[in-house]
């Protein structure tokens, strides 16, 4: 079975930095995009960045761009870098990927459980 598991989250002090990772397990054919989202309570989920291949292209919000730098390898591993974070910044943050199980399976959406990041002093 397939499963994301998010890593790195915590409390971290205005103008730091964090790194997220999530690592997808389980047997599967592919993986497609993959995708960090964020979301506080009352709002909607919110899509941070994203990546098509290990070379790219990537994408970002405009609200974290210059600032965070998503990544991937490999080894079925996404992994967001987070540099001078804002209070704003504080969230759930999700992993997300398209994946395809089997060859003749079609891309299924699969999500991590979150994990959070407070930014405070």
């Known amino acids: 079975q397939v499963q994301l598991v998010e890593s790195g989250g915590g409390l971290v002090q205005p103008g730091g930095s964090l790194t997220l990772s999530c690592a997808v397990s389980g047997s599967l054919f592919s993986i497609g995009i993959m995708r960090w989202y964020r979301q506080t309570p009352g709002k909607q989920r919110e899509l941070v960045a994203s990546i098509t291949t290990t070379t790219g292209p990537t994408n970002y919000a405009d609200s974290v761009k210059g600032r965070f730098t998503i990544s991937r390898d490999n080894r079925k591993m996404v992994y967001l870098q987070m540099n001078s974070l804002k209070s704003e910044d504080t969230a759930v943050y999700y992993c997300?990927?398209?994946?395809?199980?089997?060859?003749?399976?079609?891309?299924?959406?699969?999500w991590g459980q979150g994990t959070q990041v407070t930014v405070s002093s």
């Open positions: 997300n990927a398209d994946i395809r199980v089997r060859l003749w399976s079609p891309l299924t959406d699969y």
